[in-house]
């Protein structure tokens, strides 16, 4: 059986994504169900209805004091699946004709974990994701969970999500996944489209999700020496930041920065550059937002 698992809270969205994959489980030859673990506290109970009995529904209370609990429910919806074979997405995202079958069929033929594409709903990647090596078939050193899949036993290998994160735990699981030996195997046409929100929300998502990168290497301790080389964002662009106020006081007061200004900016312009085909603007205010989020969680803001 395949459990597709969508975790949600306040997101009316989600009555077209439930749609979406009850056609796409419809279509399997195979056995599914579709388990959503909701926070909204009631809110959402006329989706709920909408769907039964077709969708198993449950509510999901947080712990006291607990804020965000996406881990939380990502690690009670795999308890509550029934399937071997775990699929995680979002609510408010759409899958492309195909997307569910293509998604799986590497686990059918000796995968453990896969990751699908994702895509704005004007078609544009906006998060390349990391190959471990390219090749005919490629492996992901990470990915996010809204176009994932994976066995139960790759799950159980690690624990299940650390209800530690608030934001990452996500990445932080596919960390884990690599790490003890199971590799995430890229199925590039197994798209899912997503709306990924006004400019705003997209700031505030790049923040949280700077805030979380930090938090990341804070635990994976090893992962440090190559930062650089796999993951430079966390590392340009708060250093950009932080070396932007001695830059406008060097401006403000004319002193000589011929030498120095060119290579300062060239912090932004390469990536802003390797990523031109998103917007160059786009990209930078993105950037810096993240890089905004990775200091707020250095210093403890």
């Known amino acids: 059986m395949i459990s597709v698992v969508i975790i949600s809270k306040d997101e009316p969205a989600l009555d077209e994504t439930l749609t979406d994959v009850a056609a796409q489980l419809a279509a399997l030859a195979e056995p599914g169900e579709i388990v959503v673990i909701d926070a909204s506290s009631g809110r959402l109970d006329h989706i709920r209805r ?19 609990s996406i881990p939380h429910q990502r690690n009670a919806g795999v ?54 090596h390219a090749d005919e078939v490629t492996y992901l050193r990470e990915s996010p969970t809204l176009n994932f899949a994976f066995r ?22 596919s960390w884990r996944i690599n790490d003890i030996g199971y590799r995430i195997r890229c199925v590039p046409d197994a798209i899912l489209a997503h709306d990924y929100g006004t400019p705003r929300r997209q700031r505030r998502r790049a923040y949280t999700y700077g805030k979380a990168r930090a938090r990341l290497y804070r635990k994976h301790k090893a992962r440090r020496k190559s930062v650089l080389r796999n993951d430079p964002l966390v ?8 070396g932007l106020p001695v ?4 401006l403000f007061l004319g002193l000589p920065l011929l030498l120095i200004f060119p290579l300062y900016l060239l912090l932004l312009l390469i990536p802003a550059w390797r990523n031109r085909s998103h917007g160059v603007v786009r990209v930078l205010i993105d950037h810096l937002w993240f890089g905004a989020g990775v200091l707020a969680e250095l210093t403890g803001r």
């Not at 799986?104 to 471990?132: K, N």
């Open 79 to 132: 308890r509550a699946a029934r399937g071997d074979i775990i699929v995680f997405t979002d609510a408010g995202c759409r899958p492309l004709p195909g997307w569910l079958e293509r998604l799986v069929a590497p686990l059918h033929t000796g995968e453990s974990v896969t990751a699908g594409v994702s895509q704005d709903l004007d078609g544009e990647i906006l998060y390349e994701l990391p190959p471990e």
């Open 235 to 242: 590392v340009v662009y708060p250093l950009f930041l932080i």
């Open 152 to 173: 139960r036993a790759a799950f159980d290998a690690v624990g299940g999500f650390d209800e530690s994160f608030q934001y990452g735990s996500d990445v932080d699981f």
């Open 247 to 250: 830059t406008l006081v060097f």
């Open 50 to 68: 909408a769907h039964e009995p077709a969708v198993r529904w449950l509510d999901f209370q947080p712990a006291a004091g607990i804020r965000v």
